[in-house]
């Protein structure tokens, strides 16, 4: 089964500061991978699909790069409200199974 | 606007079937897409349960496989989840999320808002 790894687990950052995550996978993937964001209480929020493609709402300040094993999530200018956890996700065909990164949580400094 | 929102006991006995209903609106479940459950333990990450089409068609994560069963009533517009033989280990919140495709791969594109499952006597 294919597996991700995210790193950070967490970080912190303040107002302003461009923030990088990373997701690697256990094999390639080519771009099958998205990005998500939660906050407390809530539930995930799509952020990124097919590794860089922005979903419709989404701050410009989000982006998504990589493909095969290695991804990364960009926040260019860290807000108040992006202060979260992110997650990655991948998708396999055959056979279909969803895989989630262990998260990233991003903390004010 | 697709809304989904999950129903069932918030809390379970240990060896007892977990039993969770996502009822779905603003869209038809027959129409198509992929349906899913997606649980987090308290303080923890994402695990994907299950995923069914609106035919009935189902996949499960393997690790919960042989006591997990996702079904579907298009006439109620819903899908259920049962997972059975709980243990501590499963409480969790859990979701139900609709599987949006693009290029060949599926994300989770709408969710409910999550419903807590305690396993405990």
């Known amino acids: 089964a294919i597996q991700l790894t995210q790193s950070p687990s967490s970080l912190s950052a303040s107002v302003g500061d461009r923030v990088t995550i990373t997701c690697r996978a256990s094999?390639?993937?080519?771009?099958?991978l998205a990005w998500y964001q939660q906050k407390p209480g809530k539930a995930p929020k799509l952020l990124i699909y097919?590794?860089?493609s922005l979903e419709s709402g989404v701050p410009s300040r989000f982006s998504g790069s990589g493909s095969g094993t290695d991804f990364t999530l960009t926040i260019s200018s860290l807000q108040p409200e992006d202060f979260a956890t992110y997650y990655c996700?991948?998708?396999?065909?055959?056979?279909?199974?969803?895989?989630f990164g262990g998260g990233t949580k991003v903390e004010i400094k | 606007q697709v809304q989904l929102q999950e129903s069932g006991p918030g809390l379970v006995k240990p060896s007892e079937t977990l039993s969770l209903t996502c009822a779905v609106s603003g869209y038809s479940i027959s129409s198509g897409y992929y349906w899913g459950w997606i649980r987090q333990p308290p303080g923890k990450g994402l695990e994907w349960i299950g995923s069914i089409y609106h035919s009935g068609s189902t996949y499960y994560n393997p690790s919960l496989k042989s006591r997990v069963t996702i079904s579907v009533d298009t006439s109620k517009n819903q899908f259920s989840l049962k997972l059975s033989s709980v243990t501590a280990a499963d409480t969790a919140v859990y979701y139900c999320?609709?599987?949006?495709?693009?290029?060949?791969?599926?994300?989770?594109?709408?969710w409910g808002q999550g419903t807590l499952v305690t396993v405990s006597s």
């Open positions: 999320a609709r599987l949006w495709y693009s290029s060949g791969w599926y994300y989770f594109d709408y």
């Open positions: 996700q991948q998708f396999n065909s055959y056979p279909h199974r969803l895989t």
């Open positions: 097919d590794a860089s």
């Open positions: 094999q390639g993937i080519s771009s099958a």
